[in-house]
C-alpha cells in the first residue's frame, strides 16, 4: 500500500468514525422533537422487520412534537407496539390516522445525566479514532521497514498521521460540544 494511501485509508476512517458518533448522538434526546429519534425503531410488517421511515412519513408540526403517519394505515398498531418496544420514554398516541410522540421537558437533573451520556459517546469517537491512528503508524512502520521509504519521508509520514489525527479528535470534541449544548439548553 503506497504511503499516501495509508494516510487516505485513515482519514476515511475517521469521518465514518465522526458519522457513528453523529448517528450515536441522534438518538439522545434533548427535549425537542427530532426524527433522529425513531432511527432504530422498527416495525413487524408482515413478518420482516421494517424500519419506521420505511413505512411512514415524520413530520414536526411542533417543537416537542413528532406526527408519525403511516402510509398504510392497517400498521398503525403495530407502529404503536413498536414505539412501546423500543423504550423510547415516550407514550404514543394513537388518533386512528396517525401517532403523535410529544417529547417531555427536561428536567435539571436528566439534561445533566444526558451531557454525561454525550460525553461518554464522544470519548468512544476518540477511541476509534485513536485506534485508526494506531492502525495506520502500524501500516507505516512496515512499509518502512520494507524500504519502501528512507527515515525522512517516515517520520513526515508520521507527522502528517498525527495532524489528521488531531484535526479528527478536535472534530469530535466540536460535535460533542454541540450536542451537550443542545442537550443543556433544551
Known amino acids: ?4 494511501e495509508i494516510l487516505k485509508t485513515a482519514e476515511e476512517k475517521m469521518h465514518k468514525a465522526h458519522q457513528a458518533l453523529e448517528r450515536d448522538l441522534g438518538s439522545i434526546r434533548a427535549g425537542r422533537a427530532n426524527a433522529s429519534l425513531l432511527d432504530r425503531v422498527t416495525v413487524d410488517y408482515y413478518g420482516a422487520p421494517t424500519p419506521l421511515n420505511q413505512m411512514a412519513s415524520i413530520s414536526i408540526p ?19 407496539q413498536a414505539l412501546l418496544v423500543a423504550d423510547l420514554g415516550i407514550n404514543p398516541a394513537n388518533d386512528g390516522s396517525a401517532i403523535r410522540l410529544v417529547i417531555p421537558q ?3 437533573e436528566t439534561r445533566k445525566e444526558l451531557a454525561k451520556d454525550v460525553k461518554a459517546e464522544g470519548e468512544k469517537g476518540k477511541v476509534a479514532i485513536r485506534n485508526v491512528r494506531r492502525e495506520a503508524m502500524e501500516a507505516l512502520k512496515k512499509a518502512h521497514k520494507n524500504g519502501d521509504y528512507n527515515d525522512d519521508e517516515f517520520h513526515d509520514l508520521e507527522k502528517q498521521a498525527q495532524d489528521i489525527t488531531d484535526k479528527a479528535i478536535r472534530k469530535v ?3 460533542v460540544a454541540n450536542k451537550e449544548k443542545e442537550v443543556l439548553e433544551g
Open 1 to 4: 500500500m503506497a504511503n499516501n
Open 62 to 80: 411542533e417543537p416537542r412534537v413528532l406526527l408519525i403517519t403511516p402510509y398504510d394505515k392497517s400498521v398503525l398498531n403495530d407502529i404503536e
Open 106 to 108: 427536561l428536567t435539571e
Open 173 to 175: 470534541e466540536e460535535i
